[in-house]
């Protein structure tokens, strides 16, 4: 895919002149780590799960095995794969200057891996366990040890067991995280969008926040959205093309 150059550089040097720069990124941003986003991800023995039997409370309590595999399934999928040149460069900005906020959707883990700090996992994280009943982290090694359960049992309550630490629908974001992430696109003078629909609120809020208190969008998607559509610039293409080529030298 071609993207207008002159479209590339102006993007480039707002980026280049923000102060304070969000990021908001969503599962776009590992397609091309091979990982398929929520909805495509159910397929073969998982397409005749409706989403919420898979991940909600509701589907949790109803059929406990079920949804500890399906996510067993999604951590090896990620630990099979690696990061892409998207989150390289995104880690490459924030090492590179200071102000730079990253902000996810995506529960894989990657932006870490590939080196950035601090990133606010609006929705969880795959690679941390949670008792269900007190949401204590359950460690490795008991986890290993109970490894034959569907899941293990929790340590941390009688009535408890383990879950992923990934909001649910119907679940409330982790209250800090948010409100983190709302300071950050309320104070930034620029927010670079990728690899989001958004369509899922409150994350899909945060570029709209940003640009009412003044700042500039970018968005990064090969699809227009409604947030491609307000912002000052829609890079039209894939995140792991078009981020490195915004960022190595901005
Ligand atoms: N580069 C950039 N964007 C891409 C690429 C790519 N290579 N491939 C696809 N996209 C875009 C799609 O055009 C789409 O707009 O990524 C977006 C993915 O949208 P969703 O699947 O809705 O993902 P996201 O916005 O992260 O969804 C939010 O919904 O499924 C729940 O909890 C899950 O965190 C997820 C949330």
Do not use: K
């Amino acid at each position: 895919m071609t993207l207008d150059r002159t479209l590339l550089n102006e993007a480039r040097d707002a980026l280049r002149a923000a102060d304070r720069v969000a990021v908001l990124t969503g599962a776009g941003v590992s397609a091309e780590s091979n990982i398929p986003t929520f909805r495509d991800a159910q397929t073969g023995m998982w397409a005749r799960f409706d989403p919420r039997q898979l991940a909600s409370p509701e589907g949790f309590a109803e059929a406990p095995d079920r949804v500890w595999n399906w996510y067993r399934w999604r951590r090896e999928l990620v630990a099979s794969s690696r990061p892409n040149a998207g989150h390289d460069a995104l880690a490459t900005l924030q090492r590179s200057r200071p102000g730079v906020t990253l902000i996810t959707q995506n529960v894989d883990g990657f932006h870490q891996q590939a080196g950035a700090r601090d990133v606010l996992e609006l929705h969880g994280s795959l690679q941390r366990t949670v008792c269900s009943v007190t949401r204590r982290v359950i460690d490795q090694d008991w986890l290993d040890e109970h490894a034959d359960a569907e899941p293990p049992p929790s340590p941390h309550h009688p009535d408890g067991l383990a879950r992923p630490d990934v909001v649910w629908f119907g679940e409330a974001l982790p209250a800090a995280v948010i409100d983190a992430a709302l300071d950050a696109a309320a104070r930034c003078d620029l927010i670079l969008v990728a690899g989001t629909s958004g369509e899922v609120h409150p994350a899909a809020s945060l570029p709209f926040i940003a640009r009412d208190h003044g700042a500039r969008v970018i968005d990064v998607n090969p699809e227009a959205t409604a947030i491609s559509r307000m912002a000052d610039w829609h890079l039209a293409g894939p995140s792991a093309r078009w981020l490195p080529a915004l960022i190595c030298s901005a």
